[in-house]
């Protein structure tokens, strides 16, 4: 080997490996392409599905997984929960368009080291990829603030009904309702019994503050479509 490419090739072996996994394919192909630019990072492989971020995940052994939250097939929380289970060292950093008011928390509770949103400048979401390799956290400044003052404030009962006060579960469940579901639907989707779909909408009507199935629908949709923009859950 000539010393050339003797030397490219060392410089590789001390980039870090990063799987990319999100299932639309521009996104992906953007990103590659963003991680390959820098000289400290590259990219070790993709993933469209939950099923294939496991597969990648064994078969590459990343250093770090940016994942998106909204893939096909299984809702992000519950996939980063399984992750951590099976790969505890593995960092995770999610890139989602997912309200980080709402889900930052909960993907950090779940085992994730990050959260950003794809909103933000390329810049930003290069620096939160060096910030979780890194070993430490990253939320976005106005998250941390929110985060903190969430930990000093006095607990005092929520003035009115928030989604923010439901489980991942239940938010899960509200995210279906809101992208026109069934509650069959929802079952099949989730895994669960018809009758524990019914039980999580009965806490929903509950916890929300609603009287019957159609004030849950209504407000899910418009909760969607708040949160979520137009809810994709083909």
Known sequence: MSPELNKESEKSKTRKRILVADDHP????????????????????????????????????????????????????????????????LPILVLSQFDEELYAERALRAGAFGYVMKEQASKEVVDAMRTVLAGRIYVTPAMTARLLQKAIATKQPSAE??????????????????????????????????????????HLKHKLGLRNAEELVYYARNWAEKNLGSPRLE
Request: some cysteine; glycine content about 6%; charged content about 25%.
């Open 26 to 89: 521009i996104v992906r192909d953007g990103l590659v392409q963003l991680i390959n630019q820098q000289a400290d990072l590259i990219c070790c492989g993709q993933a469209a599905t939950q099923t294939e971020v496991f597969a990648a995940v064994n078969a590459h052994r990343p250093e770090l997984l940016v994942l998106d939250l909204r893939l096909k097939d299984g809702d992000g929380l519950e996939l980063i929960k399984s992750l951590k289970s099976q790969y505890p060292d």
């Open 161 to 202: 009904p928030s989604a923010e006060n439901l489980t991942d579960r239940e938010l899960q469940v509200l995210h279906y309702l809101g992208g026109g579901l069934s509650t069959r639907e929802i079952a099949a989707k989730m895994r669960l019994s018809i009758k524990t779909v019914e039980t999580y909408r009965e």
